[in-house]
Nanobody
Framework: QVQLVESGGGLVHTGGSLRLSCRASGRIFSANAMGWYRQAPGKQRELVASITSDGSTNYADSVKGRFTISRDNAKNTVTLQMNSLKPEDTAVYYC?????????????????WGQGTQVTVSS
């Protein structure tokens, strides 16, 4: 089994910064795409940013130029640096990872989610 453990988040004022981190642990062979999604109250979960194992990144238009995603393949971690935060960034942020992991019957690929961390930006 694989677990994603998130850290970071909290309450900041408009224009402030926060850093989210997520570590995948378990019987991991490789972590492929990793990313961050968010869900605001009454809205659907949306992609914020993603990064492949070779470092290719993708960002939602609303965060381009303000957020930076990075990863450490050796540690199976992904980090989201969020700058110039706005009230509309307020949401629960979820880590996501596409992981190849060991099972009793061999390698298996599954998609995993973290438990979510609250980010609140006050105006």
């Amino acid at each position: 089994q694989v677990q994603l453990v998130e850290s970071g988040g909290g309450l900041v004022h408009t224009g402030g910064s926060l850093r989210l981190s997520c570590r995948a642990s378990g019987r991991i062979f490789s972590a492929n795409a990793m990313g961050w999604y968010r869900q605001a109250p009454g809205k659907q979960r949306e992609l914020v940013a993603s990064i492949t194992s070779d470092g290719s990144t993708n960002y939602a238009d609303s965060v381009k130029g303000r957020f930076t995603i990075s990863r450490d393949n050796a540690k199976n971690t992904v980090t989201l640096q969020m700058n110039s935060l706005k009230p509309e960034d307020t949401a629960v942020y979820y880590c996501n990872a596409d992981v190849m992991h060991y099972t009793s019957s061999g390698l298996r690929k599954d998609d995993y989610w973290g438990q979510g961390t609250q980010v609140t930006v006050s105006s």
